[in-house]
């Protein structure tokens, strides 16, 4: 469908969003907290025991699995991404789904990265109509282009999992790389040769999925334990392969801290603030993102833990060695582990019980009966744009392109207190400016952004600025930061020349829709 | 509904059951393996994160909990029974219910012990409509009697979980007696004073009842682990009180071994047909019940396994001291556990990671992609009753009384093969019968009976018949057995004198009725 066909309208956004997406009807955001579901949840057909007497789903090959699963022309085929850039599964997949034949599949990935950029030529050739999720990279950038048939759905890993939940994806066809697993169909990451940690990304495609195919590299005898964080009831078929992923290529330049003296100002920045805010506290609960700078912040925000005597109570998120290194030095009860971002957490995740494996229903999922995040007292994440109403932006750039997915990011506003840690400009590109490119968090649940020019606090939380009067943090306007840095970098931005066409649009927690992306014309 | 005006129909074990059971449509059992069922899971309501906005759940006390959930007359509700006999939540909570003023719920029980009793005041006056669960001793009696204003509906474990996915039983509100929990609701039955083991029981209605209340009297901080096998996300409102159960009573005299040399030479007659049969191997799976000769069972099998150098890869079931002792002493590699029998199982679960907590979903759903069972190789079980035709009771005595419930005994029937290990007679009545009183397991699934007095195989189990000709094993017909018990005993059992009123169904795994029980005149 082109997008000269659509209708948009206007939402509490203030942004043009279409009201049908790859042919379902969408609703518009409504505002923070102000959109109530009605109906009730996707309910999978009733299995039976009948065409699986004997438990043992092992199937010869993955080609096999795939026919008896009934794939079609025009199925939804999902995947994960635990592997991040170092997936084998789906480029094969998708491989020999073209040599079977099949066209015009949406795929829904939790996630894509730059080694998923085979899969172009399967969008080319039709193989593949779309995809529904996050696309770093080349895929990103092919979509920005204008050149994916359907358009592009980016929707946070709480929004993935509510979307299967509530059924506005029907997944046809699971495929879960499985480091280990049994011929039930029970399996773990944990274990094994491609161990990659938690496998929660995968967790309502396996409830939800009609069909469920479980492909290891790593084949136990029942039980596969510990644990089945996938449970072998929902699993339709087990297939061998020689390799299910490359765990190395788990770790990227983006899971180690900064050296960037800017950078660390800025880490260091949001630590005292945490402390100047009375937010500090023993039984302190936290997440920090992947990214240089929060990892960073984690290092400073442990230092003054120590100094002042204080555990904290949960580390929540992607797990890197850093929070490794807290709960083996008895600075927090908990690691909460919905991905695994390094070594250091995968083998920590088999050794110490209380690093928790989790999936995004837990940590995430707006639609269920509350979620873990409201516990965090604070969470530092990045973005790739603020404005002067504190909208953020974390999946294009100020050039229009879309290279980022969302992640936890969106999941993550619900805490007690979000701050932005981000510089104030890249490549001398002002950070901070009038209006976002593309909105993927309304400026109310945004509460702090630190720059190294200095923090500014969300009018609305007055709160934070009543505790923090009087200390020595940089405390700024942030209309004032950004001009500073206008004037530095010889003014705003340039606007991107960007086409009509909505190449994707932006899912807020809850399934509506926050924004939309537009084609770029030039890149 | 008087059942004068029932419909009954004859369904394939010959037996009459009723079309409507409690108003709903049911399904006359077509035969093993025979229905196939159409349609969708139940579909519960989607929540919403703005109705839990701080993840905090604590309510003052369970009236306030109750009203916060909407209680009305009418709804059903239901309780685990982890605690068995030493349950002290189901009675409070109905006085409560009875004090609020509320009338003709449908309580639905994972099953009833003699502690409750006193629930026959509510049922008297109306509070219960009637009790859908699993009733021993004294409910059972009453809906004996015909005294139950509606129809007991006896279901396994596993088809009390499929009944919830299915959508044939709509859980209005869900109790949990948690050992321990968190404000968030995620909680777990293996710490705190009352610790008891797995929460099983309560997982699908965690999952499918529209409210959930948590009641705990060991609270925690966030987050409740390990583990949480009852999941936050599912749960409304948290309620501390005293005390939630007597893990003491769990215990009672069925989960010690029997010291009757009848029952261990019957218990010693089916350790030596495992392994004339050629069912014992290195990586042996298996179940027994918590019946002093399935105990026995397990303990023959251990020494038997311990002087052929075998070791268990699982030991599946309710867990009792002996299996523990079989982990510690490195005998099997896994427990399996979907209810503690006893202290040592609870303590065990708690300190060996191999002893792993489950739920009926993973080892008994019939309308699940395969279960656990059909992992077994063999299993021992109890009856009160079976024919020449192989066909099992497990519910009613000789005398028509409903005393008993099905728990996970039919589920069983699907392990490779099932063993029910009687007593001839009891109490000078036959035990092997022309028919008998109740069918809970069609003849087709059980595979050998063993008294005291020789073991029959099932004529359609020819493999097992050929596996141990020419053994020592006293292999005679089911027929000779009988007759001569008959001839002991002074005859068969006198038939008992029951009313036309269909008291209670027995449903099959899949849901459909395979029997009628009927009121007993003379009790």
């Given at each position: 469908m082109s997008s000269n066909k659509l209708k948009m309208v206007k939402n509490v956004a203030g942004r043009?969003?279409?009201?049908?997406?790859?042919?379902?009807?969408?609703?518009?955001?409504?505002?923070?907290?102000?959109?109530?579901?009605?109906?009730?949840?996707?309910?999978?057909?009733?299995?039976?025991?009948?065409?699986?007497?004997?438990?043992?789903?092992?199937?010869?090959?993955?080609?096999?699995?795939?026919?008896?699963?009934?794939?079609?022309?025009?199925?939804?085929?999902?995947?994960h991404h635990h592997f991040r850039d170092g997936d084998v599964l789906a480029n094969q997949l998708f491989d020999l789904i073209a040599e079977m034949g099949v066209k015009n599949l949406r795929w829904f990935p939790s996630a894509t990265f730059p080694c998923h950029a085979p899969m172009i030529k399967h969008l080319d050739s039709g193989v593949i109509h779309h995809i529904e999720g996050s696309l770093n990279g080349p895929l990103g950038l092919y979509c920005s282009q204008g050149k994916m048939k359907g358009m592009g759905v980016l929707r946070s890993h709480g929004g993935r999992y509510r979307a299967i939940r509530d059924g506005d994806v029907h997944i046809d066809i699971t495929v879960i790389a499985a480091p280990t697993a049994d011929p039930f169909g029970n399996c773990n990451g944990m274990h094994g040769a491609s161990a990659c940690g938690p496998l929660g990304f995968s967790e309502a495609d396996s409830m939800y999925a009609d069909k469920v195919i479980v492909v290891t590299d790593n084949l136990v005898p029942m039980p596969c334990y510990p644990p089945w964080q996938i449970e072998g009831n929902y699993v339709d078929c087990v297939v061998e392969m020689d390799k299910v992923g490359t765990p190395e290529k788990i770790l990227s330049g983006t899971t180690?801290?900064?050296?960037?003296?800017?950078?660390?100002?800025?880490?260091?920045?949001?630590?005292?603030?945490v402390r100047e805010a009375g937010i500090l506290h023993d039984g302190l609960n936290f997440q920090a993102g992947a990214g240089g700078i929060s990892l960073a912040f984690v290092d400073f925000?442990?230092?003054?833990?120590?100094?002042?005597?204080?555990r904290a109570r949960c580390i929540i998120g992607?797990?890197?060695?850093?929070?490794?290194?807290?709960?083996?030095?008895?600075?927090?009860?908990?690691?909460?582990?919905?991905?695994?971002?390094?070594?250091?957490?995968?083998?920590?995740?088999?050794?110490?019980?209380?690093h928790i494996c989790i999936s995004p229903f837990h940590s995430y999922d707006y639609h269920s009966k509350g979620n873990q995040i409201s516990f965090m007292d604070v969470i530092v994440l990045g973005a790739t744009e603020v404005d002067v109403n504190f909208n953020a932006n974390v999946v294009t750039h100020s050039d229009g392109l879309m290279l980022h997915g969302i992640g936890g990011w969106?999941?993550?506003?619900?805490?007690?207190?979000?701050?932005?840690?981000?510089?104030?400009?890249?490549?001398?590109?002002?950070?901070?400016?009038?209006?976002?490119?593309?909105?993927?968090?309304?400026?109310?649940?945004?509460?702090?952004?630190v720059t190294e020019r200095g923090l500014a606090i969300n009018p609305r939380r007055e709160d934070l600025i009543e505790a923090t009067k009087g200390s020595k943090l940089p405390i700024r306007k942030i209309e004032e930061i950004k001009q500073e840095v206008e004037?530095?970098?010889?003014?705003?931005?340039?606007?991107?020349?960007?086409?009509?066409k909505v190449v994707a649009v932006i899912e807020w927690v809850d399934g509506t829709v926050l924004d939309s992306v537009y084609q770029v014309k030039k890149s």
């Open positions: 043009l969003v279409p009201t049908k997406v790859n042919g379902r009807e969408v609703i518009p955001f409504k505002g923070v907290h102000q959109y109530r579901p009605t109906g009730r949840r996707a309910a999978p057909p009733i299995s039976t025991f009948i065409d699986y007497p004997d438990g043992n789903k092992l199937v010869p090959d993955l080609r096999t699995a795939l026919e008896r699963c009934g794939l079609a022309d025009g199925m939804t085929i999902s995947t180690e801290i900064t050296r960037s003296p800017n950078q660390l100002l800025i880490a260091e920045t949001a630590s005292q603030f925000l442990h230092k003054i833990m120590a100094e002042e005597g204080l992607g797990i890197t060695r850093l929070a490794v290194d807290m709960l083996e030095g008895n600075a927090t009860d908990y690691l909460i582990d919905g991905q695994a971002f390094d070594q250091a957490a995968i083998e920590n995740m088999r050794e110490n019980s209380r969106q999941n993550c506003m619900f805490a007690q207190c979000t701050m932005l840690a981000i510089p104030s400009f890249r490549n001398r590109m002002p950070v901070i400016r009038d209006e976002v490119t593309t909105i993927c968090a309304p400026g109310e649940v945004v509460d702090v952004v004037e530095l970098c010889g003014g705003p931005p340039e606007r991107p020349e960007l086409g009509d």
